[in-house]
T-cell receptor, first 115, second 115 residues
Framework: NAGVMQNPRHLVRRRGQEARLRCSPMKGHSHVYWYRQLPEEGLKFMVYLQKENIIDESGMPKERFSAEFPKEGPSILRIQQVVRGDSAAYFC?????????????FGSGTQLSVL | AQKITQTQPGMFVQEKEAVTLDCTYD???????LFWYKQPSSGEMIFLIY??????QNATEGRYSLNFQKARKSANLVISASQLGDSAMYFCAMRPRGGYQKVTFGIGTKLQVIP
């Protein structure tokens, strides 16, 4: 069974460009979560999606950031007009259910560097 | 809102000794789940152990155990017989009960095992 797949592993963008981060959840998982990790900081929740629906986007900046999880295909985290402060590791996680004891399975992350 | 506090930015432990990593949490939810994850230098997030707030016994998984004190709202991770491979970041996390709930993480503790 393939785990959570994120690509690209590393992404370099210049200021003002767009960044698109992809996440394919584990087979059978319909819940996807995106987190951002800055150096020496923990994982900060950004957005929680279920197929075709955004469940909770309370951690995602209202400007420039968007996320989707279409019926077919991977979940996409999109950052428009990137700035240096967007440089971070972005982790995707998935779960089959949302019961209290349901652990998250994480991808290897995408390291975004903005020049 | 949920909050996870990890007050130890860094910890050292001698190989083969036991170490306790602290985690306190704040929530108004009567029912919730607590998780610990390990992040080695390679970056992936590895699930270690889970504790439910109504579980009668403290959770154990091999060398990992959770010292759960509900009244104090603490869920400390105990690693016994430390190994060099235990050197990593450790994150405490919480999910409240109920559908469609996000998982909130602490800022982590960096553990270094000394030979």
């Amino acid at each position: 069974n393939a785990g959570v797949m994120q690509n690209p592993r590393h992404l370099v963008r210049r200021r003002g460009q767009e960044a698109r981060l992809r996440c394919s959840p584990m087979k059978g998982h319909s819940h996807v979560y995106w987190y951002r990790q800055l150096p020496e900081e923990g994982l900060k929740f950004m957005v929680y999606l279920q197929k075709e629906n955004i469940i909770d986007e309370s951690g995602m900046p209202k400007e420039r950031f968007s996320a989707e999880f279409p019926k077919e295909g991977p979940s996409i985290l999109r950052i428009q007009q990137v700035v240096r402060g967007d440089s971070a590791a972005y982790f995707c996680a998935s779960s089959r259910r949302t019961t209290t004891n349901e652990k998250l399975f994480f991808g290897s992350g995408t390291q975004l560097s903005v020049l | 809102a949920q909050k996870i506090t990890q007050t130890q930015p860094g910890m050292f432990v001698q190989e083969k000794e036991a170490v306790t990593l602290d985690c306190t949490y704040d929530t108004s939810d009567p029912s919730y789940g607590l998780f610990w994850y390990k992040q080695p230098s390679s970056g992936e997030m590895i699930f270690l152990i889970y504790q439910g707030s109504y579980d009668q016994q403290n959770a154990t998984e091999g060398r990992y155990s959770l010292n759960f004190q509900k009244a104090r709202k603490s869920a400390n991770l105990v690693i016994s017989a430390s190994q060099l491979g235990d050197s990593a970041m450790y994150f405490c996390a919480m999910r409240p009960r109920g559908g469609y709930q996000k998982v909130t993480f602490g800022i982590g503790t960096k553990l270094q095992v000394i030979p």
